[in-house]
């Protein structure tokens, strides 16, 4: 399995971005999988699931402003983020829940 996170950047608080996850070397509609942030000096966490019937859950920070998804045409998974705000600043990474793999994160900085 390879995972590859972009989308990431800096971005005024208010502002949105999108983030995409790429995977390889795997069924990927069959896999449930996620997006996780860690901030510095903070322990890496869950921000958003979707499983392999498109139902998805949040944890309550975001609700309401990021939106998961996947295209499984693309072998693609998605995380558009609105409304950002600073702690939504951190390294965010995509996994699949079947995987113990990782992979690069991508950086978002949100400035005040």
């Known amino acids: 399995v390879q995972l590859q996170a972009s989308g990431g950047g800096l971005v005024q608080a208010g502002g949105s971005l999108r983030l995409s996850c790429a995977a390889s070397?795997?069924?990927?509609?069959?896999?449930?999988m996620g997006w996780y942030r860690q901030a510095p000096g903070e322990q890496r966490e869950l921000v958003a699931s979707?499983?392999?019937?498109?139902?998805?859950n949040y944890r309550d920070s975001v609700k309401g402003r990021f939106t998961i998804s996947r295209d499984n045409a693309k072998n693609t998974m998605y995380l558009q983020m609105n409304d950002l705000k600073v702690e939504d600043t951190g390294v965010y990474y995509c996994?699949?829940?079947?995987?113990?793999?990782w992979g690069q994160g991508t950086q978002v900085t949100v400035s005040s």
């Open positions: 070397g795997t069924v990927f509609s069959s896999k449930n």
């Open positions: 979707i499983n392999t019937r498109d139902i998805t």
């Open positions: 996994k699949l829940f079947s995987s113990a793999y």
